[in-house]
T-cell receptor
Framework: DAGVIQSPRHEVTEMGQEVTLRCKPI?????LFWYRQTMMRGLELLIY????????DSGMPEDRFSAKMPNASFSTLKIQPSEPRDSAVYFC????????????????FGNGTRLTVT | AQSVTQLDSQVPVFEEAPVELRCNYS??????LFWYVQYPNQGLQLLLK??????LVKGINGFEAEFNKSQTSFHLRKPSVHISDTAEYFC??????????????FGTGTQLKVEL
């Protein structure tokens, strides 16, 4: 299994530009999460999906942030327009839930996208 | 809601010495507990997890943790560390049973630095 795949690994952009981060979850996983990591705030959950449907986006900081999951093998996180305070490492993670409320697999993380907005 | 506190932001230790990384949690419901490790420029990897049963759980790389419900703690320990254990360690919690696909709340992390 290739694990959770994120692209790009690094993104440098200018303030005001649109940024799109991409994620391919592990095959068979039915939950997908987007986290943001900064020195000041640590790891923050932005949004998560179940079976491609957004369940909780209360962590999305502003309307400039949007996330989609058009199918089970692909998700995007978009920032438009980007600002310097969006600079962070963005992680995608996936997991699989068993019958009922059991955990079939724990959270598996990608290697992250380091975003720098100048 | 759940929360996690990792009081130590950095823990320096000499190689082959024992180490304990502290984690306390707060929750009004039952929880699952996890420790993850992050090496530089990488994502987080699961070290170990407590879901139920024995309060002493063993993970990869010789790490273990003990769930203490009365003290709401889940401290991570290793009897003898190696240089390669230098990394950042995160404690995390989710509600149990989970209906959210293992939605986790993370602590702020503890940087373990192993020195020769």
């Amino acid at each position: 299994d290739a694990g959770v795949i994120q692209s790009p690994r690094h993104e440098v952009t200018e303030m005001g530009q649109e940024v799109t981060l991409r994620c391919k979850p592990i095959s068979g996983h039915d939950y997908l999460f987007w986290y943001r990591q900064t020195m000041m705030r640590g790891l923050e959950l932005l949004i998560y999906f179940n079976n491609n449907v957004p369940i909780d986006d209360s962590g999305m900081p502003e309307d400039r942030f949007s996330a989609k999951m058009p199918n089970a093998s692909f998700s995007t996180l978009k920032i438009q327009p980007s600002e310097p305070r969006d600079s962070a490492v963005y992680f995608c993670a996936s997991s699989r839930q068993g019958p009922g409320t059991t955990i079939r697999s724990p959270l598996h993380f990608g290697n992250g996208t380091r975003l720098t907005v100048t | 809601a759940q929360s996690v506190t990792q009081l130590d932001s950095q823990v320096p230790v000499f190689e082959e010495a024992p180490v304990e990384l502290r984690c306390n949690y707060s929750s009004s419901v039952s929880v699952y507990l996890f420790w993850y490790v992050q090496y530089p420029n990488q994502g987080l990897q699961l070290l170990l997890k407590y879901l139920s049963g024995s309060t002493l759980v063993k993970g990869i790389n010789g790490f273990e943790a003990e769930f203490n419900k009365s003290q709401t703690s889940f401290h991570l320990r290793k009897p003898s560390v190696h240089i390669s254990d230098t990394a950042e360690y995160f404690c995390a919690v989710s509600r149990a049973p989970t209906g959210g696909g293992n939605k986790l709340t993370f602590g702020t992390g503890t940087q373990l630095k192993v020195e020769l």
